[in-house]
Structure formats: structure tokens, C-alpha cells
């Protein structure tokens, strides 16, 4: 089954400790990119990838960093965890340049920062 | 400057009535996508439509229609004969640029009453 998966799904940690969240997909796309889902704010872009080793920073990229150093894997890294970092996080692929072509969405992690 | 918004943060209707959630958006590209997405209280995102600036022409999918006007810059989406499965959040976004980078709306929640 083609999908774009996430883990873990939920998370309650602490401020100041390093985590990672995974993304991958099982559908050989290029275009991978991270959003969070604020209340009022709608889902804003932290980062995008438009191939291996290619990177780039959405509209909301402080406080995050990523890399792609396999295809189908772009995972989100959190190295000094705030407050304020606690959202919804979507990951997300297309087959080719993001807005040419449909994005499949993972299922959401849920982070609470405390 | 790229911004999309949706004015209407919560609408509720009765079964079968009609409803249009707005979308206005924001950009100094000529070439841009505009798109509306789909959440259910499930939380996954569900890609419902792409439409390039290019093509004005409104576009129908069973009960879901499409009004994009480049005048207004609004691209705006109607739902006739609602039903309680529409129930949903409902973001519309904007790419423009490389393509790469995409702006969401803040989001209309709909409630379809029985």
C-alpha cells in the first residue's frame, strides 16, 4: 500500500531533549516536505526537499533541522525542544516538484513540549 | 508576499443545504497552484483539487465545485446538497515561486448537522 508514514504518532517530552521524528514513504518520490498544524494558523512549512541531499527552509524553519540522505526517509529533528514547538506535525510527498503534482500526507505526530 | 486566508473560521449548516467556504489569496507571481485539502475529525489531509492560474475554468466533482477568479484573486469552493460526512476542516493553499513552497489558509471548520 503507497504511503507516507510517521512515528512515533504521539510524544510528550521535555524541554531541551534532542528528539527525532521519522517520515517515510514507500512511493519513490522526490518531494518530501515537513509542516505543523497550529490552531488558527493552519498548517506552515518548516522544511522541503526536492531530492536526495537537497534542502530547503519553509516559512517556519527555526528551532528545526532535516535531512534527506535516503529517498524515501526525511526525518524532522528537534534539537532543543520548546513550548512552543508543541503542534501537530504532518510530513508529506509528491512524486515530483511540489506543486505540480498531488501530496500524499502522513497520519500526524502529535508533540507536546512541557 | 504569499498569503492565503479564509475569513470563515466555522460554518454550520443543515443536511442538504448548500455551502461556499471562501478563499482569498495573496501573490505577485503570474504562475502559481491553488489548492483545497480536506481534514476530517480523523485528522488525515485529503487532497481534493489542484488548479493552476492559468485555467479560470470552475471545475465540478460530484457535489463539490470549484470558482476561481483571478479578479478577485479568490478561489472559492461550494459543497450543494451537504451531507454529515463533509464534515470536516477545510484548508485552501497557494504555491507559487519554485513551486516548492506552499502557504495554507488558516483553515474553515464545516459542521453538517442531521
Known amino acids: 500500500e503507497a504511503q507516507v508514514t510517521q512515528n512515533p504518532r504521539y510524544l510528550i517530552t521535555v524541554t531541551g531533549k534532542k528528539l527525532t521524528v521519522t517520515c517515510s514513504q514507500n512511493?519513490?518520490?522526490?518531494?518530501m516536505s515537513w509542516y505543523r498544524q497550529d490552531p488558527g494558523l493552519g498548517l506552515r512549512q518548516i522544511y522541503y526537499?526536492?531530492?536526495?541531499?537537497?534542502?530547503d527552509k519553509g516559512d517556519v524553519p527555526e528551532g528545526y533541522k532535516v535531512s534527506r540522505k535516503e529517498k524515501r526517509n526525511f526525518p524532522l529533528i528537534l534539537e532543543s525542544p520548546s513550548p512552543n514547538q508543541t503542534s501537530l506535525y504532518f510530513c508529506?510527498?509528491?512524486?515530483?516538484?511540489?506543486?505540480?503534482?498531488?501530496?500524499?500526507f502522513g497520519p500526524g505526530t502529535r508533540l507536546t513540549v512541557t | 508576499a504569499q498569503k492565503v486566508t479564509q475569513a470563515q473560521t466555522e460554518i454550520s449548516v443543515v443536511e442538504k443545504e448548500d455551502v461556499t467556504l471562501d478563499c482569498v489569496y495573496e501573490?505577485?507571481?503570474?504562475?502559481?497552484?491553488l489548492f483545497w485539502y480536506k481534514q476530517p475529525p480523523s485528522g488525515e489531509l485529503v487532497f481534493l483539487i489542484r488548479?493552476?492560474?492559468?485555467?479560470?475554468q470552475n471545475e465540478i466533482s460530484g457535489r463539490y465545485s470549484w470558482n476561481f477568479q483571478k479578479s478577485t484573486s479568490s478561489f472559492n469552493f461550494t459543497i450543494t446538497a451537504s451531507q454529515v460526512v463533509d464534515s470536516a476542516v477545510y484548508f485552501c493553499?497557494?504555491?507559487?515561486?519554485?513551486?516548492?513552497?506552499?502557504?495554507f489558509g488558516s483553515g474553515t471548520k464545516l459542521n453538517v448537522k442531521p
Open positions: 508529506a510527498s509528491s512524486l515530483g516538484q511540489g506543486a505540480y503534482l498531488e501530496q500524499y
Open positions: 512511493m519513490n518520490h522526490e518531494y
Open positions: 526537499s526536492m531530492n536526495v541531499e537537497v534542502t
Open positions: 501573490t505577485r507571481d503570474t504562475t502559481y497552484y
Open positions: 488548479r493552476n492560474s492559468f485555467d479560470e
Open positions: 493553499a497557494l504555491s507559487g515561486g519554485n513551486f516548492n513552497k506552499f502557504y
